[in-house]
Every structure is written in C-alpha cells, then in structure tokens.
Nanobody
Framework: QVQLVESGGGLVQVGGSLRLSCAASGRTFSGYSMAWFRQAPGKEREFVAA????????YYADDVKARFTISRDNAKSTVYLQMNSLQPEDTAVYHC????????????????WGQGTQVTVSS
C-alpha cells in the first residue's frame, strides 16, 4: 500500500499562487508516475498534470499548462504542483494519485489516492 497526503491548499485571490505538495509513504512508489487531479462540487474528477518517475516528462491539461508546473523530489517521496495566475474556475479539491507506471489522464487508471486539499480562488 502507498499512502498519499496532500497539503498546501487554501484560500487565494484571483491571480494569486499556491504550491501543493503530496507526500508518499508506505510501500515504495519507485518507478510510478504521479499525477494531480481536481474535483469541483457536482463534477467528475478531472486531470490536471502528471509526471513520470524520472521527472523528465510532464503532461498538463490544456487549461493549466501555461500556469501550473508539476515537479517531484524522489528522495523526499514528494510531488509538487506550483499553481500561478489562479482563477475562480480552479476552485476544487486537488488530489494526487499514483500506482501507475506510465502517466494517464484517466482517474480510473490510478490505484492510490490521497484525501485531497481544498483550493478556493475568490474573485
């Protein structure tokens, strides 16, 4: 089993920034890709960004690629999501997922999930 704990969410004004962290523990997640998804009330969980184990390849949803950056520190078993120029439509609970070798934009492909951290962008 892999346990994931997200942190770093909060309330921010339009145009502000936040940095989310996702710390992994338990069974090693060596080799796994990791991803961030988000879920707004009444909506399905949607893909935000993913990163391969090596960190050399990253993938983004179209509406965040110019504003968000995913990175990872394997020595700390942690993945990050730097979010800039936040907009009200970014408001959601952000979850990290892992348990997959190659990255995917489909939530059902990921085996392990964290509880999520709330991001609220006020206008």
């Amino acid at each position: 089993q892999v346990q994931l704990v997200e942190s770093g969410g909060g309330l921010v004004q339009v145009g502000g920034s936040l940095r989310l962290s996702c710390a992994a523990s338990g069974r090693t997640f060596s080799g796994y890709s990791m991803a961030w998804f988000r879920q707004a009330p009444g909506k399905e969980r949607e893909f935000v960004a993913a990163i391969r184990w090596s960190g050399g390849s990253t993938y983004y949803a179209d509406d965040v690629k110019a504003r968000f950056t995913i990175s990872r520190d394997n020595a700390k078993s942690t993945v990050y999501l730097q979010m800039n120029s936040l907009q009200p439509e970014d408001t959601a609970v952000y979850h990290c997922g892992t348990g997959i070798w190659g990255p995917s934009s489909r939530a059902r492909d990921y085996e392990y999930w964290g509880q999520g951290t709330q991001v609220t962008v006020s206008s």
